[in-house]
């Protein structure tokens, strides 16, 4: 069992309903669309882990670690999903070539099985790996909130875009329509 409390601080938690917030306010989920892990589950989650696991992580997995509307879509980050990334891990360590070490690491998602993201023992940032990218370790974020805002900020750009570029391509279409051409 992990000696990680299994309950976040009132600090992390308030940055957990921050952020929650902001999905809410973008458009990135609806109040049904947002739910937080038990304390029961929770304990699973750290029990995974050989060491005491970041604050803020265990407010997100607190007040979003179940589901977060499109936010992570198709990123294995919600529980359950963080007590089997371990072996997702291990799969790619043990491929030839590649170079992940797995001790003193826990792996809380990924990316359909090729890409792993974790935290070290001892340290509050996050980092990645990819498979067939040995010895390109990425630090994501100072810590698990800084690159959680970071993703959202990146995400809501780009969606941003997306809709731009639609607006543009039906105002093209609207104009070819008008002058015969569609």
């Known amino acids: 069992?992990?000696?990680?409390?299994?309950?976040?601080?009132?600090?992390?938690?308030?940055?957990?309903?921050?952020?929650?917030?902001?999905?809410?306010?973008?458009?990135?989920?609806?109040?049904?669309?947002?739910?937080?892990?038990?304390?029961?589950?929770?304990?699973?989650?750290?029990?995974?882990?050989?060491?005491?696991?970041?604050?803020?992580?265990?407010?997100?997995?607190?007040?979003?670690?179940?589901?977060?509307?499109?936010?992570?879509?198709g990123k294995g980050m919600f529980f359950p999903e963080p007590l089997d990334t371990y072996e997702a891990a291990e799969s790619i360590a043990a491929e030839p070539g590649e170079d992940l070490t797995i001790e003193d690491r826990f792996f809380f998602g990924h990316h359909q099985g090729y890409q792993v993201f974790f935290f070290e023992k001892g340290r509050p940032e996050v980092f990645v790996y990819v498979e067939g990218h040995p010895g390109e370790i990425q630090k994501l974020g100072e810590s698990f909130f800084g690159w959680l805002w970071l993703v959202r900020e990146r995400s809501q750009l780009l969606r941003e875009d997306t809709e731009r570029r639609r607006a543009e391509n039906e105002a093209v279409r609207q104009q070819m329509r008008a002058e015969g051409k569609l």
């Open 1 to 73: 069992m992990s000696p990680t409390p299994t309950f976040p601080s009132e600090a992390s938690l308030r940055e957990a309903e921050g952020f929650r917030q902001a999905l809410l306010d973008t458009g990135f989920a609806t109040a049904d669309e947002i739910s937080g892990c038990t304390d029961e589950e929770i304990s699973q989650v750290a029990a995974v882990a050989t060491f005491p696991l970041p604050d803020d992580y265990l407010a997100f997995l607190k007040v979003l670690g179940r589901k977060a509307g499109t936010f992570f879509e």
